[in-house]
């Protein structure tokens, strides 16, 4: 007997990637195999439907592992946990070219990621900035577009002061974020978000002492003496934020009166630029009609101002406002009192 009758049959050779494809589509039936050719470009529908057309006699054993490894990719790239960027990426090629495809690859991975981005907005900016400190410029740029103007301009206040220029720098240069800048993105906030928990959270100790001595029924100066016995520079600090030029607002129009004759109209003509309507209609309304007048002239004349200069001449203010109630002159209110009908 020949040895050869004998010998195991060669196994076939695996499908290719091109030849499963053809073999999935020949075992769908004609609707929905047409219904996926539809979406193939105009050489992929040309190269599939040729290995379609010289297919013959296809062996089980090709037809069962061309299925497996498709109901594997499918398992695997499908499911309650969407799609992944790569299962997109191929079948976005496949319907509608690597060119328009990555067009709008981007669009999906921009708007995916900004729902995540959107829950940074409740992380202290000076932790986001030690998150991103250490990562190249062009991903610290990146990472900034992506949230709220005000949220991204505290975060670079958190940077090194001498690499801030280099990032918004790289910030107003962007244009347009490639797949893989997307995808490094995305790990990133993924990262953030994991560790969110173990942020520190933050408390306004200054601001709180100030307003409970503010609503405190007894003599409120003496405790404060006594504070600035313990720690002057505390209490120094504390009443810098009791006195923000937001008060003036719901000031008296004796207090506002006052204060307005102790303070240049140069001075109001600087420190009202952009400030408050409530804050700006408090101050107008108490000044003599001649003098608002000439007030609103200055204001004209004056034209744009630095912010750093209006802030500096705002501090300026307060510090009278406060060198009058010290004096005893003005009883400032410093919160906004509760009302009843």
Not at 4 to 27: D, G, K, T, Y
Not at 121 to 135: F, K, M, N, S
Not at 161 to 182: C, F, P, T, Y
Not at 221 to 244: C, T, W
Request: glycine share 4%.
């Amino acid at each position: 007997m020949n040895e050869s009758n004998n010998a195991p049959e060669a196994a076939a050779p695996a499908p290719s990637s091109l030849e499963r494809a053809a073999i999935v589509l020949l075992s769908m039936g004609e609707e929905p195999a047409a219904a996926v050719l539809r979406c193939l470009s105009r050489e992929e529908l040309l190269e599939v439907t040729q290995v379609m057309s010289r297919m013959s006699g296809i062996k089980v054993e090709s037809v069962r592992l061309s299925l497996q490894h498709f109901f594997e990719d499918y398992r695997e790239q499908s499911g309650v946990h969407g799609a992944s960027r790569s299962y997109l990426q191929r079948s976005l090629d496949l319907a509608l070219g690597r060119e328009i495809a990555g067009s709008v690859l981007d669009n999906i991975y921009g708007d995916a990621i900004r729902p995540k981005m959107a829950r940074l907005q409740w992380a202290a900016p000076r932790w986001l900035a030690d998150q991103i400190v250490h990562e190249h410029v062009r991903m610290q740029a990146v990472f900034l577009a992506f949230l709220p103007s005000a949220l991204a301009g505290e975060v670079v206040e958190g940077l090194p002061a001498e690499g801030r220029d280099r990032v918004l720098l790289h910030v107003a240069r962007l244009k347009e974020i490639d797949r893989e800048l997307l995808a490094d993105l995305d790990a990133l906030v993924d990262r953030c978000l994991a560790n969110l928990g173990s942020q520190s959270t933050n408390v306004e100790g200054l601001r709180q002492a100030a307003e409970i001595l503010n609503r405190m029924p007894s003599n409120r100066q003496a405790l404060v003496e006594q504070l600035r016995a313990h720690d002057p520079e505390v209490v120094a600090e504390m009443e810098v934020s009791l006195y923000d030029f937001g008060i003036l607002a719901r000031q008296t129009e004796a207090n506002i009166t006052r204060i307005i004759e102790a303070v240049p109209l140069e001075q109001w003509a600087i420190a009202l630029k952009g400030a408050e309507p409530a804050v700006r209609d408090a101050v107008l309304q108490s000044m003599p009609r001649r003098q608002a007048q000439a007030f609103e002239d200055t204001m004209r004349r004056s034209g744009p101002v630095p912010l750093s200069r209006v802030e500096q001449t705002r501090q300026q203010i307060m510090a009278q406002v406060k060198a009058l109630a010290d004096a005893g002159e003005i009883e400032v209110q410093l919160f906004a009192e509760a009302v009843v009908e």
